[in-house]
C-alpha cells in the first residue's frame, strides 16, 4: 500500500500507533517500503504531533492508536487493519545503506524539538555491535520498554528481530511500577533489558 502511495527511499511515513504488534508491523512495513519513518507517540500533546507532521512532511501516516489524533489535511491515512490480503514475497528492495531509516525528534525541552535523521549504514553498525557485544542470538527475550519514539527502542528492538529472537513489548501503565515490571519480566522469560542506570538501580 504504501509503495502504491508512491513512498520511495528517504520520504518519510509519520507512525502513529500504540503499544501493539501493528507497530512493529507499521515499522517493518515502512522499512521495506523504502522509505524512512517518523514515530510519533499518540499521547503527545496535540500541538506536537501537529509541528512534527508539518515539519517531517510525511507521504503518509499509519494510524493505529485508541487516542484521538487529528491529521493535517492532505496527508494520505493508512489503517493497518483494512490491509489483510497476504503477500507471498517481499517487495523488490530499493533501499541502500545511504539511505534513511528513520527520522526521530528531540525532546524539544529548549524550544522546538529538532529533527534528527539516520541512515541505515549507522543504524545497522549499532544493531550489530550491539549483538557482537552481548552475544545475542535467537534465543534473546527482548524486553521492549522505552517508547518508539526514543533512540533506545533500536537496541530493544532491532537485535532481536535481526537475530531471530522475541521482542516482548510491556503494557506502557506496568514500565513505572517495578514491582509489576518485576513480574512481566519472569513471566515471559525475558533474557535482555536495556534500561536507564535509576530503572535498573
Same mark, same amino acid.
Do not use: W
Given at each position: 500500500?504504501?509503495?502504491?502511495?508512491?513512498?520511495?527511499?528517504?520520504?518519510?511515513?509519520?507512525?502513529? *500507533?500504540?503499544?501493539? @504488534?501493528?507497530? $512493529? @508491523?507499521?515499522?517493518?512495513?515502512?522499512?521495506?517500503?523504502?522509505?524512512?519513518?517518523? !514515530?510519533?507517540?499518540? &499521547?503527545?500533546?496535540?500541538?506536537?504531533?501537529?509541528?512534527?507532521?508539518?515539519?517531517?512532511? !510525511?507521504?503518509?501516516?499509519?494510524?493505529?492508536?485508541?487516542?484521538?489524533?487529528?491529521?493535517?489535511?492532505?496527508?494520505?491515512?493508512?489503517?493497518?487493519?483494512?490491509? *489483510?490480503?497476504?503477500?507471498?514475497?517481499? !517487495?523488490?528492495?530499493?533501499?541502500?545503506?545511504?539511505?534513511?531509516?528513520?527520522?526521530?525528534?528531540?525532546s524539544g525541552t529548549t524550544g522546538k524539538p529538532k529533527a534528527? $535523521?539516520?541512515?541505515?549504514?549507522?543504524?545497522? $553498525?549499532? @544493531?550489530?555491535?550491539? &549483538?557482537?557485544?552481548?552475544?545475542?542470538?535467537?534465543?534473546?527475550? #527482548?524486553?521492549?520498554?522505552? =517508547?518508539? #519514539?526514543?533512540?533506545?527502542f533500536v537496541e530493544e528492538f532491532y537485535p532481536a528481530? /535481526?537475530?531471530?529472537?522475541?521482542?516482548?513489548?510491556?503494557?506502557?501503565?506496568?514500565? !513505572?511500577?517495578?514491582? &509489576?515490571?518485576?513480574?512481566? @519480566?519472569?513471566?515471559?522469560?525475558?533474557?535482555?533489558?536495556? /534500561? =536507564?542506570?535509576?530503572?535498573?538501580?
Amino acid at each position: 500500500k504504501l509503495r502504491e502511495l508512491g513512498v520511495k527511499a528517504n520520504e518519510f511515513v509519520g507512525i502513529i *500507533t500504540d503499544r501493539s @504488534i501493528e507497530m $512493529a @508491523i507499521s515499522i517493518i512495513a515502512v522499512l521495506k517500503s523504502g522509505g524512512a519513518y517518523v !514515530p510519533i507517540d499518540p &499521547k503527545y500533546p496535540e500541538e506536537r504531533i501537529r509541528f512534527m507532521l508539518e515539519d517531517s512532511k !510525511p507521504k503518509a501516516v499509519i494510524k493505529y492508536t485508541q487516542n484521538e489524533v487529528e491529521i493535517p489535511e492532505g496527508i494520505e491515512i493508512v489503517e493497518p487493519e483494512k490491509y *489483510t490480503e497476504v503477500v507471498e514475497k517481499n !517487495p523488490e528492495k530499493i533501499k541502500t545503506q545511504d539511505d534513511l531509516i528513520y527520522l526521530i525528534y528531540t525532546s524539544g525541552t529548549t524550544g522546538k524539538p529538532k529533527a534528527v $535523521a539516520l541512515e541505515e549504514r549507522g543504524v545497522i $553498525a549499532d @544493531i550489530f555491535n550491539f &549483538k557482537r557485544t552481548f552475544g545475542i542470538d535467537e534465543n534473546v527475550v #527482548s524486553l521492549q520498554q522505552a =517508547s518508539y #519514539s526514543f533512540d533506545m527502542f533500536v537496541e530493544e528492538f532491532y537485535p532481536a528481530i /535481526c537475530s531471530g529472537g522475541r521482542v516482548v513489548t510491556a503494557p506502557a501503565e506496568i514500565v !513505572p511500577d517495578v514491582e &509489576k515490571l518485576h513480574e512481566y @519480566i519472569n513471566r515471559n522469560e525475558v533474557t535482555l533489558v536495556h /534500561c =536507564s542506570p535509576l530503572l535498573m538501580n
